[in-house]
């Protein structure tokens, strides 16, 4: 699950490069963002009922990286320099994400509330 949501992410992201009325960069820094703040929140999980306490937070943030998704996929491939470009910015933010979702991943009865609430970010 987590390498199939690592690929959606990057996947999503590269699609939102340049969405809409906003700039190549302006898209991949609201991505960045919004990865910073999940995993800001998730180092705050302690044990299931932190991680429920968390869950909505996380769940708004879900719901802002889809709409990110959704502007995105308007879009056709960025070119190979873009992509570069993106994955240099992203690979931090994601790097750390994945490194809190493993440590959750240790925590009794956490994932269930933020799986649920990630349920979103993924495409279908």
């Known amino acids: 699950m987590k390498k199939t949501f690592a690929l959606a992410a990057l996947g999503a992201a590269l699609l939102c490069y340049g969405c809409g009325g906003d700039t190549h960069e302006s898209i991949a820094n609201k991505s960045v963002d919004i990865f910073t703040e999940m995993t800001d929140i998730m180092t705050t999980i302690t044990d299931e009922a932190t991680a429920k306490d968390a869950a909505p937070k996380v769940e708004a943030l879900a719901a802002d990286f889809k709409a990110l998704m959704e502007k995105g996929e308007a879009l056709g491939?960025?070119?190979?320099?873009?992509?570069?470009?993106?994955?240099?910015?992203?690979?931090?933010?994601?790097?750390?994400?994945?490194?809190?979702?493993?440590?959750?991943?240790?925590?009794?009865g956490a994932m269930q509330h933020l799986e649920k609430a990630m349920e979103g970010m993924s495409p279908e």
Do not use: N
Not at 78 to 83: A, G, L, Y
């Open 77 to 108: 491939e960025p070119s190979d320099e873009v992509k570069k470009e993106l994955e240099k910015k992203m690979s931090d933010a994601m790097q750390k994400f994945f490194q809190e979702m493993m440590r959750l991943s240790q925590i009794e």
